[in-house]
């Protein structure tokens, strides 16, 4: 895989840096000063009120409390105060020389022989301490469906001598989501009910719990700087309006979905539930995890909007991704959950810039807090199958688990755990956590 264009890389990307706190440096934990992501957390247990903080090691540092000893100056002074909220839309809102301002002051103070380090430590809370909120005040949320192998397995389903339809590789393809939905990792998913598709051409619809719950392994991109409405995001300026990506499970009551779906696409089927971790990766934290984009030489090329030199030499990540399942059986037998889908951002067809730009072009105004969704990253392999839709083959086959169960979609108890990181040889491991969510009984 080709490296990233030096100019993208600072000193914070510095693989040989150390930090003060130990932990940070075990590549097991996933937390390197080289990553830095934010979250909004509380203490466990407490009254007190959610607030940012950025991850090192296995601890978290409270930026609130960081912001009220004014310890940083110039524009890493501002982002930090723009830290003391219960969300992080103010920060996000500040643009990418703020966040790279704060991220340079705080690996500096956090490294190894820092001079803040006994102001730090008193400010430092375990992550095993923590309790979670959504990261930001999302006001919109678009879904997106940018893996082709993703595209052509559903379709093969529902249009088998015509899988893909022809604006796929042309346009990048999205719906709007329900932002009221979202949920932040370890918040339990009530099974939908809902409208189901008749059982024959001539028969009428029954109403009733979904029967083919599922999840679907996506990524979200949060939304920093926005644009006036009437204006685009040029495909040159994309990047820097990107604060981060982190995990995100679509979970998707298929029954209602077919039945609801035309002529205008995802509704309910949708909109219960959309689980996202609690993490925010940095775009700029991903800048070593960069690689060309690439598509096959007998597939249109993108149009001129959305292509540049950036996105032909670095538009796409190389960011692994996994879903795992366990089951009351399985939990009550103390087996490990077993691995479901085992696939990689870079199967995506459309780059994450490109969906900035594509989103704009007609003159639609992002804001700061917005949330994308990648849609479901599957592969050409099996393994890398992102939803049990594509596992079961819309439910013909049952997937045998490994304590005897099997399963073609979700069951009561049954609980997703999504899961990513960042790897590559000479430089530390970055973790993005998880985003889990337990299936409740429908209530009817």
Known sequence: ??????????????????????RANDNEVGFPIQHLPFAIFREQG?????????????????????????????????ALAACTGTSLNALMALG????????????????KGAAMQAQLEPLLVAQTRAQYSMPAQVGDYTDFYISIHHATAGGKQMRPDAPLLPNYKWVPIGYHGRSSSLVVSGHDVLRPVGQLKPATPDGD???????RLDYEL?????????????????????DKHIFGLCL???????????????????????SFATTISPWIVTREALEPFRIPFSRPATDPQPLPYLMSESVKGGGFYDIHLTAQLSTDQ???????????????LDQAYWAISQLVTHHTVNGCNLQPG?????GTMSGPAPEQAGTFNEISIGGKQALQLPWGEERKYLMDGDEITLQGECVKPGYPRLSFGQASGRILPAVI
């Open 248 to 270: 995100l499970n679509d979970w998707s009551a298929r029954d209602i979905q077919y039945w609801e779906y035309q002529p205008l696409g995802p509704f309910l089927a949708k």
């Open 330 to 344: 399985s939990r009550k037998a103390q087996v490990a959950p077993t691995t479901l889908t085992d696939t990689n």
């Open 1 to 22: 895989m080709s490296q990233p264009s030096a100019t993208h890389l600072n000193e914070t990307h510095d693989p040989s840096l150390t930090s003060w706190v130990a």
């Open 96 to 111: 990418d020389a703020h966040w790279s301002a704060l991220r340079l002051a705080l690996s500096r103070a956090l490294r």
């Open 218 to 238: 996506e990524m979200g991109v949060f939304i920093g700087t926005g644009n006036p409405q009437g204006t685009r995001i040029p495909i040159e300026q994309a």
């Open 370 to 374: 917005d949330l994308f969704g990648t």
């Open 205 to 211: 619809p029954t109403f009733g719990p979904c029967q």
């Open 46 to 78: 407490t009254s007190q009120a959610f607030r940012p903080g950025v991850a090192i090691g296995d601890q978290i540092i409270d930026l609130a409390a960081l912001a009220s000893l004014k310890p940083f100056d110039g524009q890493a002074a501002v």
